[in-house]
């Protein structure tokens, strides 16, 4: 089974970019939709942005559109989210997930958790002055 290890994590001041990657384990980043989500402490799992395998169409959540882009290069088994302007509410785990059916995961106004099968580990991202 397909494995997902995300890196690129950090403490960054507000105002402060990171950029996280993620890896699939058997090198078919290609063949998946790709989702990144968070976790903050207390809080419930919320999907911010995915990537469609099929139209290659992003999908932001509100509290991340201007600020974060997503983004895959399949040749190199990789996808990225870039985030910028970093504020202490984007503090929390985050995950790179794929759903296993070809074509769910990512639609124009949603990031259905419950449609993605297979999982990372997280890697903690720390937004603090």
């Known amino acids: 089974q397909v494995q997902f290890v995300e890196s690129g994590g950090g403490l960054v001041q507000p105002g402060g970019s990171l950029r996280l990657s993620c890896e699939a384990s058997?090198?078919?980043?290609?063949?998946?939709?790709i989702g990144w989500f968070r976790q903050a402490p207390g809080k419930e799992r919320e999907g911010v942005s995915c990537v469609s395998v099929l139209s290659g169409n992003p999908y932001y959540a509100k509290s991340v559109k201007g600020r974060f882009t997503i983004s895959r290069d399949n040749a190199k088994n990789t996808a990225h989210l870039q985030m910028d302007n970093l504020k202490p509410e984007d503090t929390g785990v985050y995950y790179c997930?794929?759903?296993?059916?070809?074509?769910?995961?990512?639609?124009?106004?949603?990031?259905?958790?419950?449609?993605?099968?297979?999982w990372g580990q997280g890697t903690q991202v720390t937004v603090s002055s």
């Open positions: 058997d090198n078919t980043l290609g063949y998946y939709t």
């Open positions: 997930a794929a759903p296993q059916v070809m074509g769910y995961g990512c639609y124009d106004s949603s990031i259905p958790e419950g449609e993605y099968d297979h």
